[in-house]
Nanobody, 123 residues
Framework: QAHLVESGGGLVQPGGSLRLSCAAS????????FHWFRQAPGREREGVSC????????YSSDSVKARFTISKDVAKNTVYLQMNNLRPEDTAVYYC????????????????WGQGTQVTVSS
């Protein structure tokens, strides 16, 4: 059965960097669209960055453009989110999600989810 396992979260100072990993099993990452979402307490789940399984095109929300980069390594069957110049407002639980569909930031359209990993940006 399809399964996603996230890693790489933690505590980082403002301006620092983290790389999140999403290891897939039971299906090939090359065939799916992957979207990183995040959710902070009291806020709706927010789409952050997406890589299309159809075209390979990437998309990011305005708040993370030029700071976050999504990528996939087909050989390792793993999707990554490189996060640079982190800000306190980036603090959230980050989730990896996959769908056979397109890059749209609507959580209900995604079929497979990781367990979430906490990212805390604080001095």
């Amino acid at each position: 059965q399809a399964h996603l396992v996230e890693s790489g979260g933690g505590l980082v100072q403002p301006g620092g960097s983290l790389r999140l990993s999403c290891a897939a099993s039971g299906f090939a990452v090359a065939d799916y669209t992957f979207h990183w979402f995040r959710q902070a307490p009291g806020r709706e789940r927010e789409g952050v960055s997406c890589i299309s399984g159809l075209s390979g095109d990437t998309y990011s929300s305005d708040s993370v453009k030029a700071r976050f980069t999504i990528s996939k390594d087909v050989a390792k069957n793993t999707v990554y989110l490189q996060m640079n110049n982190l800000r306190p407002e980036d603090t959230a639980v980050y989730y990896c999600a996959a769908t056979e569909g397109s890059c749209r930031p609507y959580a209900h359209e995604y079929n497979y989810w990781g367990q979430g990993t906490q990212v805390t940006v604080s001095s």
